[in-house]
T-cell receptor, first 112, second 112 residues
Framework: GQQVMQIPQYQHVQEGEDFTTYCNSS?????IQWYKQRPGGHPVFLIQ?????EVKKQKRLTFQFGEAKKNSSLHITATQTTDVGTYFC????????????FGTGTRLTIIP | DSGVTQTPKHLITATGQRVTLRCSPR?????VYWYQQSLDQGLQFLIQ???????AKGNILERFSAQQFPDLHSELNLSSLELGDSALYFC???????????FGSGTRLTVV
């Protein structure tokens, strides 16, 4: 079945440093979504990427979808304490597959 | 408040028992999804409904079942509970299958 892996599993950064998490799927995806889950909270939808090579920005967050539509990345510039949480990518496979498979997640900790 | 309502928020029950988790989707959303999140684990897809019909199934145990009612609320039934079933159970909803999910706050199930 479809598998979605993320690296790193954990990341500790000084406040103000940049952070990147990488997402890799075992199969080609029709789209990729990103979610953030704060400690003790529920996942919150951040963004969806659909096109090959697509890049989207939300303030300090930059999302990329790979050319082969099998990988994606999330980059945060100048992290802040409010960025703490676990970031999940999630992908929907090809035609006929409606299941959204979540990645393993990257837990971000900020050192003030 | 995300608009997706899950009840109860917490549930403590004994092994062998049966419980029902309830979810009311966001107004206008026809799709409902159930996910399981064990301690420090990712989100495991259980099952998806669209407008009352089952659309996709994940690695849902035979002891678990779900349904979506005409008013679009959904219930997840867990029976013959085991210690390993202790987890956070999230419900999510969306207007279409190819866009971001809105998650509820989850039901934390503890089996003792």
């Amino acid at each position: 079945g479809q598998q979605v892996m993320q690296i790193p599993q954990y990341q500790h950064v000084q406040e103000g440093e940049d952070f990147t998490t990488y997402c890799n799927s075992s199969t080609t995806l029709s789209n990729i979504q990103w979610y953030k889950q704060r400690p003790g909270g529920h996942p919150v939808f951040l963004i969806q990427l659909v096109k090959s090579g697509e890049v989207k920005k939300q303030k300090r967050l930059t999302f990329q979808f790979g050319e082969a539509k099998k990988n994606s990345s999330l980059h945060i510039t100048a992290t802040q304490t409010t960025d703490v949480g676990t970031y999940f990518c999630a992908g929907i496979g090809g035609f006929g597959n409606e299941k959204l498979t979540f990645g393993t997640g990257t837990r971000l900790t900020i050192i003030p | 408040d995300s608009g997706v309502t899950q009840t109860p928020k917490h549930l403590i029950t004994a092994t062998g028992q049966r419980v029902t988790l309830r979810c009311s989707p966001r107004s206008g959303d026809l799709s409902v999804y159930w996910y399981q999140q064990s301690l420090d684990q990712g989100l495991q897809f259980l099952i998806q409904y669209y407008n009352g019909e089952e659309r996709a199934k994940g690695n849902i145990l035979e002891r678990f079942s779900a349904q979506q009612f005409p008013d679009l609320h959904s219930e997840l039934n867990l029976s013959s509970l085991e210690l390993g079933d202790s987890a956070l159970y999230f419900c999510a909803s969306s207007r279409t299958v190819n866009y971001g999910y809105t998650f509820g706050s989850g039901t934390r199930l503890t089996v003792v």
